[in-house]
């Protein structure tokens, strides 16, 4: 199944810019966030991040543990409300949005530890996750109108279609919680895929995979940027992924901003360097 | 035996004499205008003592004999386990042969009333509540994964519906029944607007604080409810307008014997309440599975797994629990209008939080979640203290034996929840049929 899903391909999107990406690629800024501070009691968890990601990028935050790396996600994704700064998201902002909120607007993230619906089936795990897509009404639902048919037939139809990109489609009716932790990590960026966000955030999707499911997330990363409409920030440690698939790439240390540029400039960076070298 | 076994075999015994001796070691006896203490018997003491010992020996060998439960258990050939996995296999395999055996099944419940003493009848037609109860609060604490300590209060909201309603403006069983069941699911969601934001503990004991409320608010209005003395006469529900008692207690009705034209048995009257017990349990056993398969009902089971990888999928969790705080407390408001419709009296003693720990005790024994449990342990829960009527003052203690050796034998309960099975399409010849009977997937 090497086409792009029809459910995909129909999918009304505002900002369609595929065609002309290259008049538009420097102006198209998806998410601008600028000043962001969590302060923890007295602790500084970031301080002053800003952070720019443009339509069809593949953005990186790194940094070492404990840098406030996925603090900043948890602020951009609602489940912390900043301490101070200002997130913009397609030029509205969402400071402060709820969770659930900003989800619906497009944002979905993975979790640096995998958090699935473990006693679900991975199917279901997919179809819960297309909850705003489906047909809720409760009398639809219980008396099966072709409406409602239809709806979790798409709904079957999109899980489908993500479970054989991430090659699960045999483990379909297995409980989530117990495959292996590869595929837990490719069922959780399937799930977040069936929400059909524009932005993916992924916390560390690389943590405990061999160089061989590296490769393939390195390869389904660019999938989803190239063929799926998608923007992807990423936090990882795994420099080599980093280097080979990032568009931008920001480095954070101990809360604060140290560095921002392509991988090459990046590479070279002195502070970057001392930063890293220094913690190992 | 080491240490540790030793260590813990002492704080037992401790915690064992402190709790014994007050409950069980003095009592209030009233002495003139105050109370006095006395010791308990010698008798008693002396099974205290010997309760005592065994604990202390069980708890110092507890390893050995766990282990050795471990290898008799293993030893033997279970056939439940097995038993009830390989029916639901064979019922995935042969959909017509699970077809026919539940036909079969609803044909032997619909003729067994007809056989049976009256007696069993209105038992079954009491485990039948208790399946509706078991049923509606599967839905918030087995699916949802709230543990709500005062479901009773909307079996109550419900049975007073219908006995107010009917008293101060006439209304009949039939009209109140839906009727009730709103008003019950009216009181979950206010209820539920704002508990739902507490979790675990909290909200059970929240919830608990509920039911008490609604309990003591029917014992005290009295002007309204008529307090401790409760409603009576409420009239017994009709089929078609037909009555089954010997005359029409209203004017233009029918006895049902008269209009078919036989003796008058005031049998028909339990039968008739036993069948229509059991068409409110198919009727809630067809809505909540179908709930389970849509939307709804896999967002509660996802909140219960993960409330904030739900969030972060766009599903808003207070709407969520709120429905499913909100369709368990109708089947409630049901079952409730069913119970004042059958006793034809209800007082707020009805409704005390031992019925909610029943209820409960019926959906952990059951299997969370899972259907078919519920119904086995309603079942259980019902029949087995009235075939033990001599041991009714242990009652409680059965319930909490019973639930010990649950969660040792079967932790998941009874019937553990199984997981739908769902057919992806898999090959083209199926997805152009797909269209044509879809249903097939659900
Ligand atoms: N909820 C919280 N309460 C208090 N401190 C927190 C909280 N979340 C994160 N922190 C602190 O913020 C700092 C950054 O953590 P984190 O964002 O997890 O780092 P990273 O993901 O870059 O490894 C750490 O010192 C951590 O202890
Ligand atoms: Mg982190």
Request: hydrophobic share 45%; charged share 20%; proline share 4%.
């Amino acid at each position: 199944m090497s086409k792009a899903h029809p459910l995909h391909a129909n999918q009304p999107r505002p900002l369609e810019g595929v065609l002309d990406m290259s008049s538009q690629n420097k102006k198209q800024n998806l998410l601008e966030v600028d000043d962001l501070t969590m302060r923890f009691g007295g602790l500084i968890a970031v301080n002053k991040v800003k952070l720019n990601v443009e339509k069809g990028q593949i953005v990186s935050i790194i940094g070492p543990n404990g840098a406030g790396k996925t603090t900043v996600f948890n602020c951009l994704t609602g489940f912390y409300k900043p301490s101070d700064g200002r997130i913009r998201y397609r030029g509205e902002n969402i400071t402060g949005s709820k969770n659930h909120e900003i989800s619906l607007k497009g944002i979905v993230r993975t979790f640096q530890h995998v958090r699935l619906f473990k006693s679900m089936t991975v199917l279901e795990n997919l179809l819960v996750a297309q909850h705003r897509h489906l047909n809720t009404n409760l009398l639809s639902g219980l008396f099966k109108t072709p409406a409602y048919r239809r709806s979790e037939r798409e709904a079957l139809d999109c899980a489908a279609y993500w479970l054989d990109k991430v090659n699960l489609t045999e483990m379909a009716n297995r409980d989530a919680g117990n495959l292996a932790y590869g595929q837990q990590r490719r069922l959780e960026i399937a799930r977040c895929m069936v929400t059909r966000p524009d932005m993916l955030m992924l916390d560390e999707p690389a943590a405990g995979l061999n160089p061989q499911e590296t490769k393939e997330l390195d390869e389904l990363i660019c999938d989803l940027r190239d063929h799926h409409d998608v923007s992807v920030m990423l936090i990882e440690h795994d420099m080599k992924l980093v280097m080979e698939i990032s568009d931008h790439i920001y480095v954070i240390n101990q809360g604060t901003p140290l560095a921002d540029g392509t991988p090459e400039q990046i590479k070279n960076n002195p502070d970057v360097i001392k930063a890293y070298l220094g913690e190992a | 035996m080491n240490a540790v076994n030793f260590k813990n075999a002492i704080i037992t015994s401790i915690v064992f004499v402190i709790l014994a001796s007050f409950m069980m070691g003095v009592q209030l006896v009233p002495d003139g205008t105050g109370l006095a203490i006395t010791f308990a018997d010698p008798v008693r003491i002396e099974a205290l003592a010997i309760a005592l010992a065994v604990l202390f020996v069980f708890q110092l060998f507890r390893s050995p004999i766990t282990s050795s439960w471990q290898t008799f258990r293993n030893a033997l050939p279970l056939p439940e386990q097995g038993l009830t996995e390989a029916l639901q296999a064979q019922g995935e395999k042969h959909p017509r042969l699970k077809q026919l055996t539940i036909a079969f099944v609803l044909a032997g419940l619909i003729i067994w009333p007809f056989y049976a003493s009256r007696g069993s009848v209105d038992l079954a037609t009491l485990a039948l509540i208790y399946v509706m109860l078991g049923l509606g609060l599967n839905i918030v604490v087995g699916l949802a994964g709230l543990l709500d300590l005062g479901y009773v209060g909307f079996y109550a909201v419900g049975a007073y519906s219908y006995a107010l309603l009917n008293q101060y403006l006439g209304l009949d069983f039939w009209s109140c029944l839906l009727i009730s069941g709103l008003i019950a699911a009216f009181f979950g969601f206010i209820l539920g607007f704002p508990v739902l934001r507490l979790r675990g503990d909290y909200l059970a004991i929240v919830t608990l604080g509920f039911g008490e409320i609604i309990r003591i608010l029917l014992l005290n209005w009295t002007s309204i409810t008529g307090g401790p003395n409760g409603i009576s006469q409420i009239p017994k529900p009709t089929l078609f307008g037909l009555e089954f008692s010997r005359r029409a207690k209203e004017e233009g009705n029918i006895p049902f014997h008269e209009f078919f034209g036989i003796d008058y048995s005031s049998g028909y009257k339990v039968i008739f309440l036993y069948l229509l017990a059991l068409v409110l349990v198919i009727v809630t056993l067809w809505v909540i599975n179908r709930l389970l398969r849509m939307p709804i009902g896999r967002a509660w089971e996802a909140l219960r797994e993960d409330d904030i990888a739900c969030q972060s999928l766009g599903m808003n969790k207070t709407a969520i629990k709120l429905s499913a705080f909100t369709i368990g407390a109708a089947f409630a408001g049901f079952a409730g209008t069913f119970f004042a419709a059958r006793q034809g009296f209800i007082s707020p003693e009805s409704f005390t939080f031992i019925e909610s720990a029943i209820i409960l005790a019926i959906v952990v024994l059951g299997g969370m979640g899972s259907q078919m449990g519920v119904v086995l342990a309603a079942i259980i829960m019902t029949v087995l203290p009235e075939l033990a009527r001599e041991f009714n003052e242990y009652r409680m203690l059965m319930f909490g034996l019973l639930m010990v050796f649950m969660m040792i034998w079967r932790p998941a309960g009874l019937i553990p929840m199984k997981r739908p099975h769902i057919a992806l399409k898999d090959n083209d010849e199926q997805s152009s049929s797909a269209s044509r009977k879809p249903a097939q997937a659900a």
